[in-house]
């Protein structure tokens, strides 16, 4: 997306700084380009069937001199106070961000790690940032959330590492995520329903039901798995 994006900014250029700058951004956004490949064949075939098919992906080299040519030959017919090869440089710029948003949205898994994303993120923004002050909220002092916090922290540390072992033994993210992720409903539901109106009626159980809600941290870590 943002090589696409640079691409079509060499249009804008006016000077050879300008078309330095351009063309050092490109590289930098395309040099991750044949390692990743590279990666990618590894983790699916064997070395003897890889040689193969990287060289499916270099020959693309090759083909866009063909096509490419092609195409610049008939921009260059174009009459317009546009220059032809700004006029190419746009054209291929906005072709490859469309075709990568397009690919991009009609992907249904990209929506539901969107979705999730949002969702297990709700309990970070709200509870984990703002923990020491929530605390205070159920009647501790400053000393003693501070002090609350290193349990939470530890209880944080096992359902990582436990939910991580488990979805490998499991070879199941999914479920494994879904149950990291009730204790945390089960804590804010608790926090709720102890301290309603914004009076703490059992600093115990609040505290319990802060710890709870730890364990969001292990299911979002399934998203990036």
């Known amino acids: 997306m943002l090589w696409g994006l640079i691409l079509g900014c060499h249009a804008a250029c006016t000077s050879f700084a300008g078309l330095a700058i351009c063309r050092t951004l490109l590289g930098v956004f395309e040099s991750c380009v044949a390692p990743?490949?590279?990666?990618i064949i590894a983790m699916w075939y064997k070395k003897e069937?890889?040689?193969r098919r990287v060289s499916w992906f270099y020959v693309c080299n090759s083909l866009t001199m063909i096509f490419g040519g092609l195409l610049a030959y008939g921009v260059s017919f174009i009459q317009s106070k546009f220059a032809s090869?700004?006029?190419?440089?746009v054209a291929i710029g906005n072709?490859?961000?469309?075709?990568?948003?397009?690919?991009?949205?009609k992907d249904i898994r990209v929506w539901l790690v969107c979705l999730c994303t949002m969702l297990s993120s709700i309990p970070n923004g709200g509870i984990s940032n703002f923990n020491t002050i929530l605390l205070t909220t159920f009647g501790y002092t400053s000393r003693e959330a501070l002090l609350m916090s290193a349990?939470?922290?530890?209880?944080?540390?096992?359902?990582?590492?436990g939910v991580g072992y488990l979805s490998d033994k499991w070879r199941d993210r999914?479920?494994?995520?879904?149950?990291?992720?009730?204790?945390?409903?089960?804590?804010a539901g608790l926090m709720i329903g102890l301290d309603p109106n914004g009076v703490p009626k059992n600093k115990a159980g609040l505290l319990a039901a802060s710890f709870l809600t730890g364990?969001?941290?292990?299911?979002f870590m399934l998203l990036l798995a």
């Open 36 to 39: 990743i490949l590279v990666l």
């Open 49 to 51: 069937e890889q040689g």
């Open 85 to 89: 090869w700004r006029i190419f440089f």
């Open 95 to 105: 072709f490859d961000c469309m075709k990568l948003v397009f690919e991009t949205f």
């Open 151 to 161: 349990p939470g922290g530890a209880i944080g540390v096992i359902c990582v590492l």
């Open 174 to 187: 999914t479920s494994v995520m879904l149950i990291a992720i009730l204790p945390t409903i089960l804590g």
């Open 215 to 219: 364990t969001f941290g292990a299911a």
